[in-house]
């Protein structure tokens, strides 16, 4: 993936990063997940500068991070491919939303009561959930490819946690305690057979 990523010039790099989440951004709608889906099928599917593993663990660490997940996907995916430079990923990001609230903000009178209103955002709503499902089929079959049982036990349990009502920053805290764990310990049998 490297290779791929400094095969393209810095100016190519950052244009596309700019177009790519501006164009993401301005036309994704219900969050965070949403948007990281979209940033896996352009930036690991089609461009190949990401790995499924990295886009993995950026996923994690931007869910982690105070902060909306899709900005901090946006640093992360910028940094990782156009350095300090990569910011431009997070201004693109930042964009759309900003005009979109600004517009709202200020025809919010006319928004409020509008019936037509009311019944695109329910149809959006019903939107979004697909593409949630689609991001979690997703990212479960991405752990599940890696074919280690401890992470598909973590990720179920996290899940029946979750339905369970259970706090999500307990869940993350948790999940990343074992991970790190197993990190320590993996390292340990590493040095261990050396």
Not at 21 to 48: N, P, Q
Not at 50 to 60: R, S
Not at 105 to 134: H, T
Not at 164 to 188: D, E, F, K, M, P
């Amino acid at each position: 993936m490297e290779t791929k990523i400094k095969a393209v010039s810095l100016k190519k790099r950052l244009v596309t990063l700019f177009f790519s989440m501006l164009s993401i951004s301005a036309f994704t709608f219900g969050g965070g997940f949403v948007i990281v889906t979209l940033m896996k099928r352009r930036f690991v599917d089609d461009l190949e500068w990401l790995d499924e593993n990295e886009m993995l663990d950026m996923t994690a660490i931007a869910q982690s991070c105070p902060g909306a997940i899709a900005v901090n996907g946006a640093i992360l995916v910028g940094q990782r491919v156009a350095g300090a430079a990569g910011i431009v990923a997070t201004v693109a990001t930042i964009i759309p939303p900003m005009v979109i609230l600004s517009l709202v903000s200020y025809f919010y009178a006319l928004f409020a009561d509008n019936p037509y209103v009311a019944a695109v955002l329910a149809g959006m709503q019903a939107g979004v959930a697909a593409v949630i499902v689609d991001v979690v089929l997703n990212l479960g079959m991405g752990v599940v490819k890696t074919r280690r049982w401890l992470l598909d036990v973590i990720m179920v349990a996290a899940f029946a946690a979750a339905i369970s009502g259970v706090n999500v920053i307990y869940i993350i805290l948790t999940s990343g305690v074992i991970g790190v764990i197993c990190a320590i310990a993996g390292r340990g049998k590493k040095a261990h057979a050396a």
